[in-house]
């Protein structure tokens, strides 16, 4: 809200050339409510600006800026000036915004780079995106174990100025190997004579580079670290993630959850709702919403083969989206509950038949509630519809409360066991959750209802 009131203000402000007033207004800003400030802006108009600020300044808003907003602006520079912006950029910042560059425009700006940076964008580069390394920095301190408590606060002095993170100092052996880490309060604390092998945790909670990364998000929220260390296949450091990169990773990985469970597909976009095109919002919903309108064709064939059940009795249309919701609702709980379980790693695709029996049994006393409640309901509201002389309201309202009871309990076995399965074959189980769940709880409850309606009272 603060960005759409602000940035007429700066429009005006750069239209008059007046831009030592916005370079001052800017920069008492947080960089994050600064980049918010400037996203409000036409890409021009914020090229404008960041050019009028303090190149270290500049490159705090710029890393707050939209990956696309960053692209479109990097993409823009020339060699030169894009190798002072990358400089400025923390190293895992720097890799993402190359990587998303054109090929060329990548490979241009590396020889105007210093060796060392070349080489650390090369390696952080390699690694395989959505892995741990993919979003890890090299931005940190490490420490020998047989450092001295004196020697290494001096070391954290020359150096944590530079670093991204020096909460957690990560201790090392003659060979690189991560063997224990020492917080910074204990380690100003500790006797200056003291060796750091003396005051570190060696049971050290660190995550492979090239696992999932959000095996590496996990471990932050169990073990609520500040940083996690990086390690490759032979246990040597490689680097750090922090805690901010942590949490980007999170909301990321919850935002393409939940639209997945509402089945949105594509990339996720890191730009804002307004921002983002109509074309880009349509062609991310349109795919499963004409998938599912297919399989929505199925339950057209099940209500024509049951016509005649239909139309010998038109009390059971009445009740039709009372089945439907009740066990689309059913369903999506027992599937939310067992999606969040195999997030948090609780169960995995081996405990099927556990869960399963879990939910059955839930399932059985939703069934018998609901499946009373709705018998009563029949009872007690639709005893003057008008129903052949053969049949009463008592065994229509028994036909409509089973057939609910039994769509509750199946809802709640499909709605558990689907993203237990895609679990099992290593796809994401929202992908099958909500709509996509609902449909095919749907289809199968029109089955259920006028088969246990046919079989009860013989129509």
């Not at 949490?247 to 919850?254: P, S, T």
């Not at 499909?414 to 992908?431: K, S, V």
């Amino acid at each position: 809200m603060l960005d759409q009131l602000i940035a007429p203000d700066i429009k005006t402000l750069i239209e008059e050339g007046k831009f030592e007033e916005i370079a001052n207004f800017i920069e008492d800003r947080h960089p994050t409510e600064a980049a918010e400030i400037l996203t409000a802006l036409p890409e021009e108009d914020v090229n404008l600006v960041l050019e009028k600020l303090p190149l270290q300044t500049a490159a705090d808003i710029f890393c707050e800026l939209p990956g696309s907003l960053q692209s479109h602006i990097a993409a823009k520079l020339n060699k030169n000036d894009l190798a002072k912006l990358v400089i400025n950029l923390s190293p895992d910042d720097r890799v993402d915004l190359l990587k998303s560059l054109p090929e060329e425009q990548f490979d241009s700006v590396l020889p105007v780079l210093a060796k060392r940076e070349r080489e650390d964008i090369k390696k952080l580069a390699s690694y395989k995106e959505g892995t741990a390394g993919s979003i890890m920095t090299t931005d940190y301190i490490a420490l020998s174990a047989d450092m001295t408590v004196r020697e290494a606060l001096d070391k954290i002095r020359l150096e944590g100025p530079a670093k991204e993170s020096i909460y957690t100092i990560f201790v090392l052996d003659e060979g690189r190997h991560l063997v224990g880490s020492v917080g910074l309060a204990d380690l100003i604390l500790a006797h200056p004579s003291k060796k750091l092998r003396d005051i570190m945790d060696d049971q050290v909670i660190a995550v492979q580079a090239e696992a999932d990364q959000e095996e590496a998000t996990y471990k932050f929220s169990r073990y609520d670290l500040v940083a996690l260390p990086v390690v490759d296949a032979q246990g040597n450091l490689v680097g750090i993630i922090t805690h901010d990169d942590a949490l980007d990773v999170i909301e990321q990985e919850r935002t393409e959850d939940m639209e997945r469970f509402m089945a949105i597909s594509g990339k996720h976009e890191d730009t804002n709702y307004l921002q983002t095109s109509i074309w880009t919002h349509f062609s991310h919903r349109v795919v499963w919403l004409v998938i599912l309108a297919f399989l929505g064709l199925v339950s057209g064939a099940i209500l024509q083969s049951f016509e005649s059940t239909l139309m010998n009795l038109m009390i059971l249309a009445f009740y039709m989206p009372m089945l439907a919701d009740t066990g689309g609702n059913t369903g999506s709980q027992s599937a939310t509950v067992v999606v969040r379980a195999l997030a948090l790693k609780e169960i995995n695709p081996k405990d099927i038949l556990k869960v399963i029996w879990k939910e059955a049994r839930v399932g059985i006393l939703l069934a018998l509630v609901l499946g009373v409640l709705a018998f009563l309901r029949v009872y007690l509201t639709s005893s003057g519809a008008n129903i052949p002389d053969s049949m009463n309201i008592i065994n229509i309202g028994l036909a409509i409360g089973i057939a609910l009871g039994i769509q509750v309990l199946s809802a709640t076995i499909i709605g558990a066991l689907l993203p237990l399965i895609a679990a099992a074959f290593g796809l994401d189980p929202a992908l099958v959750a909500s709509p996509a769940l609902t449909t095919i709880v749907d289809i199968s409850g029109l089955f259920i209802y006028f088969s246990t309606a046919r079989l009860i009272l013989g129509i």
